[in-house]
């Protein structure tokens, strides 16, 4: 409820939002609208309109003064989740969307743009099942293309298998690139679960399905806690980038690809990384040129990657494989995940911090304090990566055994899928969940 003198909310949760733009505090105000799933819509706009004024999101400001004007039409629920989508705030949107849906159960552009502020969000089950309540009037591009989507990253493959055998090839060109890539996660799909349960847990299972790539390690440490294989925060060492290449190298045996060379990106990060490859592959370092055929690109991260570009020029020159071509992450962040979806990976991160930066230790007086990076030239970092300890971190004692064994039997079965197609990102982290730190 809002007073009638100042029109403050009064609910707890909404009054705490409005404390935080009274504060000028804009982005606490929408982590706070965030835990106010169930709050009335038009007392919801209300907050989001003055935080959309904040912020200078004009078309969410007025679409937001709508729906508290007139929380019980179509229009203004579905203009404003519609506007809620645009802005990056989807878990805003969803309640309005699925009041417009309930209000007019026909229309097929509420439940796409419901949809997308689902797929937004990760909530892939959700997705389905509101595609699923409408199948009788779903059209088959892009309602039921989307069906077989969100149930594949939902971990339902029975769904997907069924809904994808009923989907006819599209009338319009603009489709073609979507259908091919979703016949590749059905094929990979068939490839992987004979050698992997493919459940919920299923981590390197999953990020073959979704995306291609083969996952080298999991975390050690958390794995019941609530991370399932990925890190959060991660202070990254010399041992973990040598056994990333090691498990890099029996990934290569394991599928027999035979490149030439390694390709070095030009940031710091994947010069350094890339020296090491070259030595642990047996293979000669070059700088990366794009349309090379037959090697190894290396990456530390793909986003750092990016940034010594100056622009999305390395990734666009990845996103297109060439015959032969490998790309390998080392650190690829799975909350915000890079454009393009690496061929191998060798561990999944929330936050990162690489051997050479700045790292965080216990000092004398046991406080924390910040080294400094490591500035030594590049060759001299990647030695101490080639003759740093073979042995795997052993972790809390919590997470499955993961020997080598283990991945080379997987890459084993699934060789005849890997390396095909384009290298699309996916900004989903699928079926297998872990928990996210801010």
Request: hydrophobic letters at 40%; a negative charge; one cysteine or more.
């Amino acid at each position: 409820m809002f007073s009638r003198r100042n029109r403050r909310p009064t609910s707890p949760e909404l009054a705490a939002a409005w404390e935080c733009l009274d504060e000028g505090d804009v982005p606490g105000a929408l982590r706070r609208l965030r835990q106010a799933p169930s709050a009335p819509l038009g007392e919801v706009a209300t907050v989001v309109g003055r935080a959309a004024g904040a912020a200078g999101f004009d078309d969410l400001r007025q679409a937001a003064a709508a729906l508290a004007a007139h929380p019980d039409r179509v229009r203004p629920l579905h203009d404003y989740g519609y506007a809620c989508v645009e802005r990056g705030v989807p878990y805003l949107a969803i309640p309005a969307l699925r009041e417009a849906l309930r209000r007019a159960p026909g229309s097929s552009g509420t439940l796409r743009e419901l949809v997308s502020a689902y797929e937004d969000e990760g909530r892939h089950r959700e997705a389905a099942d509101a595609l699923l309540a409408h199948e009788d009037g779903l059209a088959d591009w892009p309602d039921r293309y989307l069906l077989v989507f969100n149930a594949v990253l939902a971990g339902d493959l029975e769904l997907a298998r069924r809904q994808h055998a009923r989907l006819p090839g599209p009338a319009e060109d603009v489709w073609l690139g979507a259908r091919d890539r979703q016949n590749r996660v059905m094929e990979r799909a068939a490839t992987a679960g004979p050698v992997s349960p493919l459940d919920h847990s299923d981590l390197r299972g999953w990020q073959y399905v979704m995306g291609g790539t083969v996952l080298g390690t999991l975390s050690p440490h958390g794995y019941d806690a609530g991370m399932t294989g990925r890190y959060a925060w991660f202070q990254d060492s010399h041992d973990q980038c040598l056994q990333g290449l090691l498990r890099l190298k029996a990934v290569l045996e394991a599928a027999g690809a035979r490149p030439a060379s390694v390709s070095l990106l030009p940031d710091r990060g994947s010069r350094i990384l890339g020296l090491a490859a070259a030595e642990v592959l047996g293979l000669p370092a070059e700088p990366f040129v794009a349309g090379r055929e037959d090697t190894v690109v290396i990456a530390y991260d793909l986003d750092g990657a990016a940034r010594a570009a100056q622009g999305p020029d390395v990734i666009r020159q990845l996103l297109h494989r060439v015959p032969g071509q490998v790309l390998h992450e080392h650190a690829s962040c799975w909350t915000d995940p890079p454009g393009v979806a690496a061929d191998s990976v060798t561990l999944l991160h929330q936050s990162v911090v690489p051997p050479w930066g700045e790292t965080l230790r216990m000092g004398d007086d046991g406080e924390a304090e910040r080294s400094e990076a490591d500035g030594r030239p590049e060759a001299e970092i990647a030695a101490d990566i080639v003759g740093a300890d073979r042995t795997p971190d052993g972790g809390d004692g919590e997470t499955p055994a993961d020997p080598v064994e283990k991945l080379t039997d997987f890459v084993s079965a699934v060789r005849g899928t890997w390396l095909r197609g384009d290298r699309a990102g996916l900004r989903s982290p699928g079926p297998v969940t872990s928990s996210r730190f801010l």
